[in-house]
């Protein structure tokens, strides 16, 4: 349920009806808007009078939420959620492209992917630690030790990194090192560890589930939120469909659709998308145009020897003639992409 207040009501009068819900066992949510506070109850409703509440001459307007998800909701929450990362930020019109490898490999090769992106204007960097493969016969990825090389180029460029976490034995590690954590498409509704990650303080950059509907998406995010963790910043990064041509099939449809669902900040994956290195590009800028936060692209000082997704990574300077043409239209969507 959402309860609008009235412009200008006392914050003495908010916290007297934010104590009456607490007494009925719910949780209250309080949304500070630029003209007028929004409190959202998440509990069992059913028992609040909605006419005795609408009695009260601060409230506005009342609703009751159909949807399941509520934290997430945009009726909870109708100003765009800006996800904050050291000086970087997604949302609420600003644009921000999170690029790197598919997975670390060596000192130089993660810092020199992040010294060409920075310089091409990328704002975080990105690059698997610990990696989830279809075969078990394949690079795993350097696990500890590559997150510790993340923060060499950290220190090397001051770009915040961005790097999955696929097990909650590693939530405290994280925690402690790394910027934005990144729940892979295929933990999207491993329900433990989204709880894990709810509470912990670092923004969580949650996927999509290759077969999921927006919202059970949007669902896994309740999840994060639920725990306390509200910093949530939802990835489309292609679903599986009747075509086999793509890796996966882009869902620009999600990015209105997500957003207008919720306040969350949606960024595109066009890379795993598409799974060809030649189809980023276009993937790119119709995402930007359908209105995406910010772009997740993996790019490669020498794709042909990649350890990782190779065919689909751009070279450094591939990236660069993307991020020009993406600039000029994040300008023409009247955002900001920032660096
Ligand atoms: C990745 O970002 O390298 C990755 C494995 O992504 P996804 O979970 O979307 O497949
Ligand atoms: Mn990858």
Request: hydrophobic share 40%.
């Amino acid at each position: 349920m959402v309860i609008v207040m009235r412009p200008g009501t006392e914050q003495r009068e908010i916290d007297k009806l934010v104590a009456q819900f607490q007494l009925q066992g719910l949780q209250v949510g309080i949304t500070n808007g630029v003209d007028c506070t929004i409190l959202g109850l998440v509990g069992d409703t059913t028992a609040v009078d909605i006419n005795k509440i609408s009695t009260n001459k601060q409230v506005e307007r009342v609703m009751r939420v159909s949807e399941p998800y509520k934290r997430a909701n945009r009726k909870f929450h109708p100003e765009d959620t800006v996800v904050k990362v050291g000086s970087a930020s997604i949302g609420g019109g600003n644009f921000s492209v999170i690029a790197g490898p598919c997975s670390v490999e060596s000192e130089k090769q993660i810092v020199e992917v992040a010294r060409d992106v920075q310089a091409s204007g990328a704002a975080l960097l990105r690059g698997g630690a610990f990696k989830p493969r279809t075969s078990p016969y394949s690079f795993q990825g350097m696990g500890t030790p590559g997150l510790d090389l993340l923060l060499e180029a950290k220190a090397a460029t001051g770009m915040p990194i961005v790097t999955e976490l696929m097990s909650p034995k590693y939530c405290q590690l994280f925690e402690d090192k790394v910027d934005v954590i990144q729940i892979g498409a295929r933990n999207m509704q491993n329900f433990d560890l989204l709880k894990e990650v709810g509470k912990l303080s670092k923004p969580i950059l949650l996927k999509r589930g290759l077969s999921s509907s927006y919202e059970e998406w949007i669902m896994s995010a309740e999840y994060i939120m639920s725990e306390g963790n509200e910093n949530v910043i939802l990835c489309e990064r292609g679903i599986r469909t009747f075509e086999t041509y793509t890796r996966n099939t882009l869902d620009v449809s999600a990015i209105p659709a997500v957003k207008r669902m919720s306040h969350l900040p949606v960024v595109v994956d066009p890379s795993h998308s598409a799974g060809m290195y030649w189809m980023v590009e276009p993937l790119a800028l119709a995402a930007v145009a359908a209105g995406a936060d910010g772009l997740l692209i993996e790019v490669h000082n020498d794709p042909a020897n990649a350890k990782c997704d190779g065919q689909q990574s751009l070279t450094p300077e591939h990236f660069k003639t993307l991020m020009d043409k993406v600039s000029a239209l994040v300008d023409l969507a009247g955002k900001r992409m920032v660096k």
